[in-house]
């Protein structure tokens, strides 16, 4: 049988499993809303218009970045990962290994719970909970690092039912081929699993400490840059996937390149990510300068799988639009579903990580690393990332399979339209004060950068800027987590799924060029070496005394 939509095989997925996604959706979309609070009032704190006790400042900046960064994410990341396995992945769309994904949801839920509770009763720890914080409060430690074991053995549960449901799949076709988005789905959980691993890695030494059991950890930092950078590159591995699956469901077909090929890019994400961690370690005081030398080189591969799959689906994109008869340099883009809420919230996230992508090649570099590490010229480029490109990119997602749980659309259609360019337009104001106060030095977690007085001028007109960015930024994410939220409590009557675009034929698109995508990249490129070389010309402009160093 054809593959007839994303939304139409979830509509006939069993209601067990559509409860499944639905609670693992409404947990994400909570987790979004807490986390978006949290870290509005810190954007206030920062810009003097709130002012909590300081222990209340670090727990709203350890609320937010736990919630936001951790459960929103790998809640939401969840979910979609089940519904793409189920409908691309099985004829009958239905999950295999059910009870392993219901508990797996349970124990992030569990785990989300804990987190938040140890952060408002002991000592906030901070996302990367560092225990030396812990040592006057170890019960509350315990219990913050447990939520986190909670959330790795969660995640490992749901990406084994995913694993299996594709497994299931494929017996049932008389082992054909898998389709190139659920071997990006296996490809995806198989991260997921490396994750849930480096979770364990990093905290249960952690845990057994606060519990009493084990000595103090001594590489708690090599074990937190290790997950750090896995769980930077997982979402950015799901948001790549979901905007391929979205882009098909969209267009009627998938890459004019074939189905192997987009295998071949999906791969390359287990091939480059894990081992191209190095890069997060560059402050680290022991480290030889072979191993920096090495990171450095490896860091400039980690965008290769992202502009790859760029490559596939914009070209795609426009190639096929051109074989139905667009013309004109960008008169293509007006055969794109602008009329889906998902459409608006993808343009966005491609937008934001061209932007995240540029200043991001400029941290990794080694002798940039320690001049901004510990500025807020970190959370300003991770923004783009976070917000601007996988989090718009996962609500848009869930946007479109609203409609297969409940049978109806979500509410306040054109609300949801509107929002990713109004909290585009908050994050370019957020994220581009922080970079020019990273290169200003303005550090980051700190609450008050104004040093009672004493701080640079620069810094708290930065600081200002960031607050009111950030604020606007919040509450678009939070309007837009809430409209989902009340979408899916709207159960009703299954409504008929709007059908599949008509697409051109791949065997007519392939023959129609499209440049769109290699002169983005081209630009990308050019970006990334302008960037750089602005930031490496400011550096030579430091006193030698700012670099840190003594040469």
Known sequence: MAFDGLVPALARAPARDKALLGSLLAAALAALAFGVVAGAWVALTRAGAAAPAPENGYRLLTSHGTAAFFFWLYFAQGALLLALAMAHGRERPALALRPLAWLGGALMLAGFAATQAATWIGTPLLYDAEPDLAAENRASALLFYAGYLGLALGLAGVALSAIA?????????????????????????????????????????????????????????????????????LPLMGTVLVWYALVRD???????????????????????????????????????????????????????????????????????????????????????????????????????????????????????????????????????????????????????????????????????RALPYAIGAALLVFAFAGVAGGLAGLPRRVLDAGYDGLAPAAWRAVSAALGIGGAAMAAGVLAYALALLAGLARFGAAAAPAPAREAAPDAAAIRHSAWSAPASVAVLMLAIYAATAFAFDLMRALPVQASGSGH
């Open 165 to 233: 449901t594709a497994v299931a799949g494929k017996r049932e076709r008389g082992g054909a081929p898998w389709s190139a988005v659920t071997f990006g789905a296996v490809a995806w959980a198989g991260l997921i699993l490396v994750s849930a691993v480096a979770v364990v890695n990093a905290f249960l030494p952690a845990a057994l400490w606060a519990a009493g059991a084990g000595p103090l950890p001594a590489d708690h930092s090599t074990g937190w840059h290790i997950l750090f950078h896995n769980l930077q590159y």
């Open 250 to 416: 969209f267009t009627g077909g998938g890459s004019v390149f074939g189905e192997r090929f987009s295998k071949i890019v999906f791969a390359l994400y287990l091939v480059f990510v894990p081992p191209t961690s190095l890069y997060h370690m560059f402050l680290e005081p022991g480290l030889a300068p072979l191993v920096r030398a090495l990171g450095s080189v490896l860091s400039l591969f980690v965008g290769v799988p992202t502009i790859a799959a760029f490559l596939v689906i914009v070209i795609s994109l426009e190639a096929r639009a051109r074989a139905a008869g667009r013309r004109g340099a960008f008169g293509w883009l007006r055969a794109l579903p602008w009329g889906q809420p998902a459409a608006d919230a993808l343009l966005i996230a491609v937008l934001s990580l061209a932007l995240g992508g540029t200043f991001s090649f400029v941290l990794i570099q080694e002798k940039l690393a320690g001049l901004l590490s510990d500025t807020f010229f970190v959370p300003a480029y991770f923004h783009f990332l976070t917000v601007g490109t996988v989090s718009l990119t996962l609500l848009g997602g869930i946007a479109h399979i609203v409609p297969s749980l409940t049978g109806r659309a979500p509410p306040l259609r054109r609300l949801l």
